[in-house]
């Protein structure tokens, strides 16, 4: 390392030192630099909502001719406290016996900055994302609409070029979308068939049939702002038996229509003496057809 380059790096420290940017004489561009890119997660936030927001570097890892890293400042800036609240911000670089490798945030310049410098070396290759930032959608927003944060990315490489390079991320925020689902309650669907009782006057049965003690029902909720037609049927697996619903008092025939927030309930009634001893045996099956609009 010659004297004057020595200098510039004494010079350097002695500006970290006193909290100072460290600017490295700029050269011409002679071989590929890194670039970048920043990620945004969830793409679209609600009120009151968490987003992480994570700079990465592109090729670093992966591109033989892209020049390793001595210095690395990353500037995320128009932080607007009335939209987002800063909550935590890190380096992604696992590295601490290097010169400086901080991330910090200035609450009154609006700005989340990355500090990397490493004098008596370069960053390894292995290194993808470098700075993560998670921040708060103010709750109190009325209002969807977006933030656009510049994000300003300077390189120092190991033949002490200097790359400066520009970006933005945009943060889109909303109210939360409104439900759109139906809740669908089961019964057991379990029966007993009973012969009921010889009576000898009419030589007959009296009360032989099915009995469900309750569990044989479904229960459809409509969530959605939206009206929906709801539809119960039963397919016997057995020619002997077959079924069908009622809300409880009267046959229920075809679809039902259910506004929003509504709620039906179908009970299932079977018909038909059973052919054979049958213990814990299918007989058949339910459908709850749904159609929206």
Known sequence: MSIIARCAHMIAKCLLACGMVVSFPAMALAAQAAGYEVSVSPEVATFGERVVVTVSLKGYDSIESVESIR?????????????LTVDSYKTLIDDTAVFSNKASYNKE????????????GTLPRSYGAVLEMVCTVNA????????TLPVKV???TETDQQVVQNSECVITYGSAPPVESFDVE???FEYVYSHGEWNPQTHSYDRAGWSDSGTGYAKVTNNTGESASVEFSFLSTRDEISGRFTDGLAPMEGPKMLRSSESVTAYLELQG??????????IGGVTVSIVKG
């Open 109 to 120: 310049q609006k700005r989340v900055r990355l500090a990397y410098v490493n004098f008596d």
């Open 154 to 156: 300077l390189m120092q």
């Open 186 to 188: 089961w019964g057991g």
């Open 71 to 83: 210095g690395l400042q990353v500037d995320i800036t128009n932080i607007d406290e009335n939209i």
């Open 140 to 147: 109190s927003l009325k209002d969807g609409g977006s933030i």
């Open 273 to 282: 003496k059973p052919l054979a001893a049958m213990n814990a045996a299918s």
